[in-house]
């Protein structure tokens, strides 16, 4: 559903100088089509992975060493070397901006921070209809350092596109509500059913603060975002499709069009863990790609999207410590089972776990760019 762009991105932008703009990642999110139009026929497999720059690459975790979570992603000089890392070291075909789902929380002034072995923790949970009015409002000025990582990461990768990416908004409301990390959010869900206008107003200001997030990245630079719902699989479809898709696709309205003046807009992904059962209402929300996680086959989620949809995934990270002939058969599983889709751009089913071998995911992606295209 990539559209003619209605928010043109600055002249400085990869994709407006055709950096970007016919790579082999974006031709796939595409539906292998260039920027023109035309059938595409990409160099090589295009295959990137969540989580990527993190805590499986030890040039990583000497970086940030004594140095916080949320206070690295709002350091320009670090955010973007984090960023950059992955890209050396696997050659992989597209960065992810290195940053947090809830940086824009941080942004606003709401109190967060995460803690080691726990994650997001809040000063103040939001349970009531007097906390949503509480909250405050994002400044556009606050993306300032976001601008920066941005612009210094897209100098230095030239032709390989950067991906901007939020959190949805029912995981960040989600966190929210529970002030912390929880198993079945029960807080959250609770909230739709006994207070269904504080949520949807809770969920209206995720929604705006993740869109205007993604739209600061786009502009800044990113080729392509990406919002992530992390917690999604915790709902049912009734609920997820009267209380939570909405919202999502407001936070793809801020991104919805933006692109060069001549050219396509920025493709945009949805990725949600356990979403096997409401695959279509990510696509309707607003995404041109849809994530698929490990549980479900690609070529499953190409019959419940239809052959016009491009995918992205679904590499079980459990496969990540299995023999290499193991994991090597599953890798070329995963691409046969996409060759139905418009489009498929390589990925895991979930972000890279913090053991894993960094030279696997190496070996990886050599496999991937061996094989036809």
């Given at each position: 559903?990539?559209t003619?762009?209605?928010?043109?991105?600055?002249?400085?932008?990869?994709?407006?100088?055709?950096?970007t703009?016919?790579?082999?990642?974006?031709?796939q999110?595409?539906g292998?089509?260039?920027?023109t139009?035309?059938?595409?026929?990409?160099?090589?497999r295009?295959?990137?992975?969540?989580?990527?720059?993190?805590r499986s690459?030890?040039?990583?975790?000497?970086?940030r060493?004594?140095t916080?979570?949320?206070?690295?992603?709002?350091?320009?000089?670090?955010a973007?070397?984090?960023?950059?890392?992955?890209?050396?070291?696997?050659?992989?075909?597209?960065?992810?901006?290195?940053s947090?789902?809830?940086?824009?929380?941080?942004?606003?002034?709401?109190?967060?921070?995460?803690?080691?072995?726990?994650?997001p923790?809040?000063?103040?949970?939001?349970?009531?209809?007097?906390?949503?009015?509480?909250?405050?409002?994002l400044d556009?000025?606050?993306?300032?350092p976001?601008?920066e990582?941005?612009?210094?990461?897209?100098?230095?990768?030239?032709?390989?596109?950067?991906?901007?990416?939020a959190?949805?908004?029912?995981t960040?409301?989600?966190?929210?509500?529970?002030?912390?990390?929880?198993?079945?959010?029960?807080?959250?869900?609770?909230?739709?059913h006994?207070?269904?206008?504080?949520?949807?107003?809770?969920?209206?200001?995720?929604?705006?603060?993740?869109?205007?997030?993604m739209?600061?990245?786009?502009m800044?630079?990113?080729?392509?975002?990406?919002?992530?719902?992390?917690?999604a699989?915790?709902?049912?479809?009734n609920?997820?499709?009267?209380?939570?898709?909405?919202?999502?696709?407001?936070?793809?309205?801020?991104?919805?069009?933006?692109?060069?003046a001549?050219?396509?807009?920025?493709?945009?992904?949805?990725?949600?863990?356990?979403?096997s059962?409401?695959?279509?209402?990510?696509?309707?929300?607003?995404?041109?790609?849809?994530?698929?996680?490990?549980?479900?086959?690609?070529?499953e989620?190409?019959?419940?999207?239809?052959?016009?949809?491009?995918?992205?995934?679904?590499?079980?990270?459990?496969?990540?410590?299995?023999?290499?002939?193991?994991?090597?058969?599953?890798?070329r599983?995963?691409i046969?089972?996409?060759?139905?889709?418009?489009g498929?751009?390589l990925?895991?089913?979930?972000?890279?776990?913090?053991?894993?071998?960094?030279?696997?995911?190496?070996r990886?992606?050599?496999?991937i760019?061996?094989i036809?295209?």
């Amino acid at each position: 559903m990539t559209t003619t762009p209605t928010a043109h991105l600055p002249a400085a932008h990869p994709l407006v100088r055709g950096l970007t703009s016919d790579s082999a990642l974006l031709n796939q999110y595409r539906g292998s089509r260039t920027s023109t139009g035309a059938v595409a026929k990409p160099e090589r497999r295009p295959v990137w992975f969540m989580r990527q720059a993190g805590r499986s690459l030890p040039e990583y975790r000497r970086l940030r060493e004594g140095t916080s979570m949320l206070d690295s992603c709002l350091n320009p000089e670090l955010a973007s070397e984090i960023t950059l890392q992955p890209v050396r070291r696997h050659d992989v075909d597209a960065a992810i901006f290195f940053s947090d789902i809830v940086i824009p929380l941080r942004l606003a002034g709401v109190g967060v921070e995460i803690k080691p072995g726990v994650g997001p923790v809040l000063d103040s949970p939001v349970r009531t209809a007097a906390d949503v009015a509480a909250l405050p409002e994002l400044d556009d000025a606050a993306f300032a350092p976001i601008t920066e990582a941005i612009q210094r990461t897209t100098a230095e990768l030239g032709r390989i596109p950067l991906i901007g990416f939020a959190g949805a908004p029912f995981t960040l409301a989600a966190y929210m509500v529970e002030g912390r990390p929880s198993r079945d959010h029960l807080g959250p869900r609770a909230m739709m059913h006994a207070d269904p206008d504080t949520w949807s107003a809770l969920a209206g200001w995720a929604a705006d603060v993740s869109g205007r997030f993604m739209r600061a990245q786009l502009m800044a630079g990113a080729s392509a975002a990406q919002l992530f719902d992390s917690w999604a699989g915790s709902l049912g479809r009734n609920d997820y499709q009267r209380h939570v898709l909405p919202h999502s696709a407001a936070a793809f309205s801020h991104v919805s069009g933006v692109g060069a003046a001549d050219g396509a807009s920025a493709p945009l992904v949805h990725f949600g863990t356990g979403t096997s059962e409401v695959l279509d209402l990510l696509k309707t929300a607003g995404a041109d790609v849809v994530g698929v996680d490990y549980r479900l086959h690609l070529a499953e989620a190409t019959r419940r999207l239809g052959a016009d949809t491009p995918l992205q995934g679904n590499i079980d990270p459990a496969f990540l410590t299995a023999d290499w002939p193991v994991l090597e058969a599953h890798v070329r599983e995963v691409i046969d089972a996409g060759s139905g889709a418009a489009g498929h751009v390589l990925n895991l089913g979930h972000g890279v776990p913090p053991e894993t071998d960094p030279a696997v995911l190496t070996r990886v992606v050599e496999l991937i760019h061996s094989i036809d295209p």
